[in-house]
Antibody, heavy 120, light 108 residues
Framework: EAQLVESGGGLVQPGGSLRLSCSVS????????MSWVRQAPGKGPEWVSS???????FYTDSVKGRFTISRDNSKNTLYLQMNSLRTEDTAVYYC??????????????WGQGTLVTVSS | DIQMTQSPSSLSASVGDRVTMTCRAS??????LNWYQKKPGKAPRLLIY???SLQSGVPSRFSGSASGTDFTLTITSLQPEDFATYYC??????????FGGGTKVEIK
């Protein structure tokens, strides 16, 4: 059974940085599409970023130029480097596997999430 | 962006009830619609993908259907473990995926 474990969240001041990690077991990160999804308090989930099995990366408009998604194949780990953080980035951040075979795609495995709080 | 609107935002039901909830897309998305269950402190769980396909391991009391840009999640006989919030998500505009605001199923 696959397992995804996020870490790296915490309290940071506006303008600060954090790097989230998602350690994966049960499948190979480099062979799959991987994504970060966040959920702010009281709101629905929001897609943040995706890294395809090549090296194509995608970001929601609100984080472009501030966040960077990457992976370490040797550690089977996905990352999200978050810079210039804003209060509106406060959320629980989840990593998920994106099953994308050319038809309807979906997230089949998710981590438990890591809380990022941006506040002064 | 494709907007996903879920209704109702919450509902109260009893164990054994039949429960339905709706998700409406702001434009045509074919069958590119998924449903997830979310409980506090837990990872989201995929229930239905491609509008009506049941994810492996998900009980058959969950089902999904589609009619144009309207999608429905039905729970035929609500169980205690089904009290949660349910979210729809479109993947038509991948990678720019969007979720609905959720339907919270509470105990009556």
């Amino acid at each position: 059974e696959a397992q995804l474990v996020e870490s790296g969240g915490g309290l940071v001041q506006p303008g600060g940085s954090l790097r989230l990690s998602c350690s994966v077991s049960g499948f190979t990160v480099s062979s799959n599409y991987m994504s970060w999804v966040r959920q702010a308090p009281g709101k629905g989930p929001e897609w943040v970023s995706s890294l395809y099995s090549g090296y194509s990366t995608f970001y929601t408009d609100s984080v472009k130029g501030r966040f960077t998604i990457s992976r370490d194949n040797s550690k089977n780990t996905l990352y999200l480097q978050m810079n210039s953080l804003r209060t509106e980035d406060t959320a629980v951040y989840y990593c998920a596997r994106d099953v994308n075979w050319g038809g309807p795609s979906y997230f089949d495995y998710w981590g438990q999430g890591t809380l990022v709080t941006v506040s002064s | 962006d494709i907007q996903m609107t879920q209704s109702p935002s919450s509902l109260s039901a009893s164990v054994g009830d039949r429960v339905t909830m709706t998700c409406r897309a702001s434009q045509f998305i074919s069958n590119y619609l998924n449903w997830y269950q979310k409980k506090p402190g837990k990872a989201p769980r995929l229930l239905i993908y491609a509008a009506s396909s049941l994810q492996s391991g998900v009980p058959s009391r969950f089902s999904g259907s589609a009619s144009g840009t309207d999608f429905t999640l039905t729970i035929t006989s609500l169980q205690p473990e089904d009290f949660a919030t349910y979210y729809c998500q479109q993947s038509f505009s991948t990678p720019a995926l969007t979720f609905g605001g959720g339907t919270k199923v509470e105990i009556k």
